[in-house]
């Protein structure tokens, strides 16, 4: 089982371009989530879903968008990147439906850099 | 506001044993999770506790009193393995996990 797989593992990305972080899990898990980690700073929460059709804004969500067209599959868009953007974007999921207190389980990690 | 502390580093011996702690104040309280994280990887789950007192799972511990907002994880018999960071979150009463900047531990051998 491979669990949670996320594309590219990293990039090097011109300002004012647009990128598509993929993240795509085999668990059927319902709930799925994207974070940015910083260094020095905790994980924080961009966007989740609790379920395929819905989606809500986390910490800080400005500048990317996602969408949740079916279970397994969980894109995080930036429309036009900044460099304070660049940094590892971990992609997440977990068997909950309410967005309760379960296991979060990581894909890898997409490190990116914005020039 | 939320906020999560942990210490930023330790180092502690191979083959003894470390206590990390992490103190929080959040909106709510749905449980607290410790993740371990290598260099370079995913976090991945050590533990969840969401009723007060010690949780033990092989060498990993973890304790929670909910009365002073403050938890720990215990690492016995340390291997050169066990270095890496180790991340609180608590579960705040959205059910949004709110992170700590996370403890990097240094084991020497």
């Known amino acids: 089982t491979a669990g949670i797989t996320q594309a590219p593992t990293s990039q090097i990305l011109a300002a004012g371009r647009s990128m598509t972080l993929r993240c795509t899990q085999d668990m059927r898990h319902n709930a799925m989530y994207w974070y940015r980690q910083d260094l020095g700073l905790g994980l924080r929460l961009i966007h989740y879903s609790n379920t395929a059709g819905t989606t809500g804004k986390g910490e800080v969500p400005d500048g990317y968008s996602v969408s949740r067209a079916n279970t397994d599959d969980f894109p995080l868009t930036l429309a036009s990147a900044v460099p304070s953007q660049t940094s590892v974007y971990f992609c997440?999921?977990?068997?909950?439906?309410?967005?309760?207190?379960?296991?979060?389980?990581f894909g890898p990690g997409t490190r990116l850099t914005v020039l | 506001g939320q906020n999560i502390d942990q210490p930023t580093e330790m180092t502690a011996t191979e083959g003894a044993i470390v206590q990390i702690n992490c103190t929080y104040q959040?909106?709510?309280?749905?449980?607290l999770f410790w993740y371990q994280q290598h260099a370079g990887e995913a976090p991945t789950f050590l533990s969840y506790?969401?009723l007060d007192g010690l949780e033990e799972k092989g060498r990993f511990s973890s304790f929670l009193s909910r009365s002073k907002g403050y938890s720990y994880l215990l690492l016995k018999e340390l291997q050169m393995k066990d270095s890496a960071s180790y991340l609180c979150a608590v579960v705040d009463s959205n059910y949004q996990l709110i992170w700590g900047a996370g403890t990097k531990l240094i084991i020497k051998p």
């Open positions: 506790n969401v």
């Open positions: 997440a999921s977990s068997d909950s439906i309410a967005g309760g207190p379960d296991t979060q389980y």
């Open positions: 959040t909106s709510g309280f749905n449980g």
